[in-house]
Every structure is written in structure tokens, then in C-alpha cells.
């Protein structure tokens, strides 16, 4: 069983940045593929980005491209998301999940593995 503890979330105003992140324990971490996503009040849960194991091949929703970025460190068991330029409509619930499995995908379905989520709120 792979569990998470995510980090980082908070109140910010908008233009302004955060940086999520996401340790893992359980597994060999480097093993999974690892995505974000995020829920809105009253939204169904979404994609934002997801990087790959070792090759670090990256994929990102696009009303975020640009302006976050995922990254992992695999000596640390921890992968990251850092938020710029953030918008009001970013604000959301944002949780880390792992793929076992090689391929990038958004598929929520596909995920294994959920952390519990880290509230982020964009407001001034």
C-alpha cells in the first residue's frame, strides 16, 4: 500500500504562487507514475498534471500549461507541484495520485493510489 502526506496548500491571492508537494511511503516510489488533480465545490474531479517514473516525461491539462509545473524527486519519495500566476478558478481541493503502471494518462479511473488532498483557495 503506497499512502501520502501533501503539503503546502493554503490562501493566496491571485497572481500569486504555491508549491504543492507530495511524500510518499509504503513502495518504491521511482515504480509509479504521478499525477495531480482537483475538485472544486461541486465539480467532479480533475485532471491537472501527471510525470513520468524515471524519464520524467510530463503532461498537463490545459487551463494549466504554462503556468504549473510537476516535478518528483525520487530520492525523496516526493513529487511537486508548483503554481503560478494562479487564478481564482484554481481554487480547489488538490490531491496527489500514483499509476502502477508506465503510461501517462489523465484517466482519473486509472490512478491506484490517492492521497487525502490539500486545500487550495485563490482569493484577495
Known amino acids: 500500500q503506497l499512502q501520502f502526506v501533501e503539503s503546502g496548500g493554503g490562501l493566496v491571492q491571485p497572481g500569486g504562487s504555491l508549491r504543492l508537494s507530495c511524500a510518499a511511503s509504503?513502495?518504491?516510489?521511482?515504480?509509479?507514475?504521478m499525477g495531480w488533480f482537483r475538485q472544486a465545490p461541486g465539480k467532479e474531479r480533475e485532471f491537472v498534471a501527471a510525470?513520468?517514473?524515471?524519464?520524467?516525461?510530463?503532461t498537463y491539462a490545459e487551463p494549466v500549461k504554462g503556468r504549473f509545473t510537476i516535478s518528483r524527486d525520487n530520492a525523496k519519495n516526493t513529487v511537486y507541484l508548483q503554481m503560478n500566476s494562479l487564478k481564482p478558478e484554481d481554487t480547489s481541493i488538490y490531491y496527489c495520485?500514483?499509476?502502477?503502471?508506465?503510461?501517462?494518462?489523465?484517466?482519473?479511473?486509472?490512478?491506484?493510489?490517492w492521497g487525502q488532498g490539500t486545500q487550495v483557495t485563490v482569493s484577495s
Open positions: 510525470i513520468g517514473r524515471i524519464s520524467f516525461s510530463k
Open positions: 495520485a500514483a499509476r502502477d503502471a508506465p503510461t501517462l494518462t489523465m484517466a482519473l479511473a486509472e490512478y491506484d493510489y
Open positions: 509504503g513502495r518504491t516510489f521511482s515504480r509509479y507514475v
